[in-house]
């Protein structure tokens, strides 16, 4: 009986565990180890597009995702001073793509993911690192504390600043500042009615989102210098000075955000793609391989399509040629997004609102097409008349 291939996964975020899950569904041994002493405990909402949907199916999750979240209703796009731009009925989406665009705290995905792993593959408190490569004649090897192991393939979804990524491709610049810096909030029992959706000003943005539990999930973001902070460290307080005078109700909301529950990062991207997301046995998932901004709230959900693509490929070039060109698009999508975000002057911001007030009146369903109506190697799409805003397509394995 020949042996089982043996992987390893550094880095227990959601596109790590996914490829663990995805990995063992495929006969592999996998072993995860995360540098963190736990996973993610704390968090704020995450949204689940049709497209990642599919993905959670195939890795047998996906009726618990939709059970555990909450489906968007009717939402658009304001200005700061609540003029509406854009409305639309979300539930349209759901029919075209057979799922909506789902929202659930993060930290339930990363607990639905890591509880379907066996006891004892996932290690804690765990800085791993790639020490070789590998190539078809030899194991790559990995150092994890003082101990090294060899494996049949390495998963490196080591976020952003991935150790793993700069020790196979040196040359590469890696993720540059996109410019903007992000807040994530939850506010527990809203005090006043929400209108879901954005509101864009000028070089900002903020976005409402239900959560399960009568929750809100506030983010928001803003052109700002890299590497600052609220000057006291209060970035509620730093939120209300930003956002304080805009439409109602997010005085409120922020007002109501508990102290010291606001998380604030720098947004970087991955303007200049990498030649591959792979090297020798090692290959890249996630973050790791295609930071991007967060306008198309894609980040998360390409990080699980590369884990079910990398589990059911034959070989990791075959892994670059499909994922490469797809992720690269959903980074350039979001960055034109984040584009016309980042326009302040006053004459600028006119015309972006009306270009998108106009767009508005475009087939949404079509627009979102590229990004939504992905499905899975091995897993037969079903066609659905977009023309018409309408029709199921989900597919199941």
């Given at each position: 009986m020949?042996?089982?291939?043996?992987?390893?996964?550094?880095?227990?975020?959601?596109g790590?565990?996914?490829?663990?899950l995805?990995?063992?569904?495929?006969?592999?041994?996998?072993?995860?180890?995360?540098?963190?002493?736990?996973?993610?405990?704390?968090?704020?909402?995450?949204?689940v597009a049709?497209?990642?949907?599919?993905?959670?199916?195939?890795?047998?999750?996906?009726?618990e995702?939709?059970?555990?979240?909450?489906?968007?209703?009717?939402?658009?796009?304001?200005r700061?001073?609540?003029?509406?731009?854009?409305?639309?009925?979300?539930?349209r989406?759901?029919?075209?793509?057979?799922?909506?665009?789902?929202?659930?705290?993060?930290?339930?995905?990363?607990?639905?993911?890591?509880?379907?792993?066996?006891?004892?593959?996932?290690?804690?408190?765990?800085?791993?690192?790639?020490?070789?490569?590998?190539?078809?004649?030899?194991?790559?090897?990995?150092?994890?504390?003082?101990?090294?192991?060899?494996?049949?393939?390495?998963v490196?979804?080591?976020?952003?600043?991935?150790?793993?990524?700069?020790?196979?491709?040196?040359?590469?610049?890696g993720?540059?500042?996109?410019?903007f810096t992000a807040?994530?909030?939850?506010?527990?029992a809203?005090?006043?009615?929400?209108?879901?959706?954005?509101?864009?000003?000028?070089?900002?943005?903020?976005?409402?989102?239900?959560?399960?539990?009568?929750?809100?999930?506030?983010?928001?973001?803003?052109v700002?210098?890299?590497?600052?902070?609220?000057?006291?460290?209060?970035?509620?307080?730093?939120?209300?000075?930003?956002?304080?005078?805009?439409?109602?109700p997010?005085?409120?909301?922020l007002t109501?955000?508990?102290?010291?529950?606001?998380?604030?990062?720098?947004?970087?991207?991955?303007?200049e793609?990498?030649p591959?997301?792979?090297?020798?046995?090692?290959?890249?998932?996630?973050?790791?391989?295609?930071a991007?901004?967060?306008?198309?709230?894609q980040?998360?959900?390409?990080?699980?399509?590369?884990a079910?693509v990398?589990?059911?490929?034959?070989?990791?070039?075959?892994?670059?040629?499909?994922?490469?060109?797809?992720?690269?698009?959903?980074?350039?999508?979001?960055?034109?997004?984040?584009?016309?975000?980042?326009?302040q002057?006053?004459?600028?911001?006119?015309?972006r609102?009306?270009?998108?007030?106009?767009?508005?009146?475009?087939?949404?369903?079509?627009?979102?097409?590229?990004?939504?109506d992905?499905?899975?190697?091995?897993?037969?799409?079903?066609?659905?008349?977009?023309?018409?805003?309408?029709?199921?397509?989900?597919?199941?394995?």
């Amino acid at each position: 009986m020949a042996a089982r291939r043996q992987a390893v996964v550094i880095g227990a975020g959601i596109g790590g565990l996914s490829a663990a899950l995805a990995l063992r569904q495929q006969g592999w041994d996998v072993a995860v180890f995360e540098r963190a002493p736990a996973l993610e405990p704390v968090g704020s909402g995450l949204a689940v597009a049709p497209n990642a949907m599919r993905a959670l199916d195939v890795l047998g999750l996906g009726d618990e995702v939709r059970a555990a979240a909450v489906r968007q209703g009717e939402g658009g796009l304001r200005r700061a001073s609540g003029r509406w731009l854009v409305r639309t009925d979300l539930a349209r989406f759901e029919e075209a793509f057979g799922d909506p665009v789902a929202v659930l705290p993060r930290p339930v995905l990363v607990g639905l993911l890591a509880d379907r792993l066996p006891p004892g593959t996932l290690r804690t408190s765990a800085p791993a690192s790639v020490t070789d490569a590998g190539s078809e004649e030899r194991p790559a090897r990995v150092r994890i504390a003082a101990n090294e192991c060899q494996a049949d393939l390495v998963v490196a979804a080591d976020g952003i600043h991935s150790a793993t990524r700069a020790a196979l491709f040196p040359s590469h610049p890696g993720p540059r500042y996109s410019g903007f810096t992000a807040w994530r909030t939850v506010v527990a029992a809203p005090p006043c009615p929400v209108p879901l959706g954005e509101t864009w000003g000028r070089g900002a943005l903020t976005g409402l989102v239900p959560l399960p539990g009568r929750r809100l999930y506030l983010y928001a973001a803003a052109v700002a210098p890299a590497g600052q902070t609220a000057p006291d460290g209060d970035e509620r307080a730093e939120l209300l000075r930003r956002f304080g005078e805009w439409c109602a109700p997010l005085p409120e909301l922020l007002t109501a955000v508990s102290p010291g529950q606001v998380l604030r990062n720098d947004v970087y991207e991955m303007v200049e793609p990498l030649p591959a997301y792979h090297g020798g046995r090692v290959a890249l998932l996630g973050d790791a391989a295609h930071a991007m901004t967060p306008f198309q709230g894609q980040g998360a959900c390409q990080a699980i399509e590369d884990a079910v693509v990398l589990a059911r490929t034959s070989d990791l070039a075959r892994y670059s040629a499909v994922r490469l060109p797809r992720a690269t698009d959903v980074v350039n999508r979001s960055r034109r997004v984040g584009r016309a975000v980042a326009v302040q002057a006053r004459s600028a911001v006119l015309l972006r609102d009306l270009g998108l007030a106009l767009a508005g009146r475009l087939p949404l369903i079509r627009m979102a097409a590229p990004l939504y109506d992905w499905n899975p190697p091995g897993v037969r799409p079903q066609p659905a008349p977009l023309d018409q805003g309408g029709g199921q397509s989900r597919c199941r394995p």
